[in-house]
């Protein structure tokens, strides 16, 4: 999965506290090396392509310890469910993310979404857009009002 070789941001969300212009939210999957090989991770446990469509993305939170409080965000295939690649992320990261999606859809009447982008040092990869982050605490259980779900969902 090459997961020690992803970080991952999240981006596009001050404007919700500095009551700026609306910007689509987008969380960025860094990897470090080359695009062929960021290539040949994505489609090694990737059936098609990477978009909205193909892609889960979710995060887990890990039980507390010293320290802000972190969780896994992983990006799966959302039919069989192999795992692209799975980086830690700081859990005020996703809060912002999804108060950002939240305020993006009231402000821009667009839908509840945000942006994925997965890329090298040199280039962007791919850019898809999804309106769903699953987020689980510890214990797997979903967390419903902290994650993003698309209407008519069934998790």
């Known amino acids: 999965m090459g997961g020690d070789r992803f970080h991952a ?6 404007w919700v506290e500095n009551d700026g212009e609306p910007v689509q939210p987008v969380i960025r999957l860094h990897f470090d090396g080359d695009r062929q090989q960021l290539v ?3 489609f090694a446990n990737l059936r098609r392509t990477a978009t909205s469509e ?3 993305v ?3 939170l890990l039980p507390p310890f010293d320290g802000p409080q972190r ?18 992320l700081e859990a005020r990261a996703v809060e912002s993310l999804s108060k950002a999606v939240r305020a993006y859809a009231t ?21 898809f857009e ?3 982050l699953a987020v689980y ?8 009002r902290q994650s993003l779900l698309p209407p008519g969902i069934g998790l």
């Open 40 to 42: 040949q991770i994505l």
């Open 130 to 132: 999804t309106d769903l």
């Open 107 to 127: 402000q821009t009447e667009h839908d509840s979404a945000y942006q994925v982008e997965i890329r090298t040092p040199t280039s962007v990869v791919t850019v």
């Open 58 to 60: 979710s995060f887990r």
């Open 137 to 144: 605490d510890p214990d797997g259980n979903l967390l419903r």
């Open 9 to 14: 941001t999240v981006g596009k969300t001050g």
């Open 71 to 88: 969780g896994i965000l992983s990006l799966s295939d959302q039919v069989t469910g192999a795992y692209l690649t799975e980086v830690p």
């Open 54 to 56: 193909e892609i889960e």
